[in-house]
């Protein structure tokens, strides 16, 4: 994914530049008080690239969609079908598909005058940063990100810039939950009528031995597939992201 790489540059271009922390693997002892500052800004950079991929997924529009997917098969009473690796792979295409003209930015905005030497590290994360944090306020609910800043007894924030990333992650994320549930729900009430009409015409011909789902399968995958569902889904999702 274009930002899984993004991010990738960015940490290779922060432990490559001329001002950046050296990566030095001796026993030394830390004469030094910079040294061991040093030291400690490797390690965080270091447990940045492990947590990268939990942390893009979880900051961008992966979330919504996966549960959507998954909420889709189960509607239509399919167990392994589509299997749980192409439900994945459909929700990591569509999440770059959605965050490329974030990461573009980051990317223009960031990388590209860092690796030309115009700025320093320290703005390039900033910058590289500020794209999916205005992706993240524009699909958080107010409600979500003041329930956040009760919980951490603070005063709520002047305007975007005062908001913190520790804050407004989890606002983000549950925010993401509640409208894929929504979603989810208007999914299943279509698949539901059906369900319940097929059960209805079993038990009024007396063929109560015969499992509606049987009946209902078939006819749940034919009406998915006159209307164009995958289409109407994809395309809503893509949209109904801010």
């Given at each position: 994914m274009r930002y899984y790489i993004l991010l990738i540059f960015l940490v290779s271009g922060l432990l490559g530049a001329e001002n950046a922390p050296m990566i030095n693997l001796s026993v030394a002892a830390i004469e030094e008080p910079a040294q061991f500052v040093k030291t400690i800004n490797i390690a965080i950079l270091l447990a940045l690239m492990v947590l990268a991929p939990t942390l893009l997924l979880m900051v961008t529009s992966f979330t919504r969609?996966?549960?959507?997917?998954?909420?889709?098969?189960?509607?239509?009473?399919?167990?392994?079908?589509?299997?749980?690796?192409?439900?994945?792979?459909?929700?990591?295409?569509?999440?770059?598909?959605?965050?490329?003209?974030?990461?573009?930015t980051a990317y223009e905005d960031s990388i590209k005058p860092y690796m030309a030497q115009e700025i320093n590290y320290e703005v390039a994360i900033e910058k590289g940063i500020k794209p999916f944090k205005e992706f993240m306020m524009k699909n958080t609910r107010e409600a979500d990100l003041a329930l956040f800043y009760r919980i951490k007894k603070e005063q709520n924030p002047a305007n975007v810039d005062e908001v913190r990333m520790t804050i407004l992650m989890p606002a983000f994320i549950v925010s993401e939950l509640r409208t894929a549930f929504e979603i989810g729900f208007l999914i299943f009430?279509?698949?539901?009528?059906?369900?319940?009409?097929?059960?209805?015409?079993?038990?009024?011909?007396?063929?109560?031995?015969?499992?509606?789902?049987?009946?209902?399968?078939?006819?749940?995958?034919?009406?998915?597939?006159?209307?164009?569902?995958?289409?109407?889904?994809?395309?809503?999702?893509?949209?109904?992201?801010?």
């Open positions: 969609l996966i549960i959507v997917f998954s909420l889709l098969r189960q509607a239509m009473g399919l167990q392994q079908t589509p299997p749980s690796q192409v439900i994945i792979s459909l929700a990591l295409i569509m999440t770059a598909f959605i965050m490329e003209p974030y990461a573009k009430l279509p698949f539901l009528v059906i369900d319940i009409i097929v059960a209805s015409i079993l038990m009024s011909l007396g063929m109560m031995m015969l499992p509606p789902v049987m009946i209902s399968l078939p006819i749940k995958i034919i009406f998915f597939i006159v209307i164009d569902g995958w289409q109407l889904i994809i395309g809503n999702l893509a949209q109904s992201f801010r």
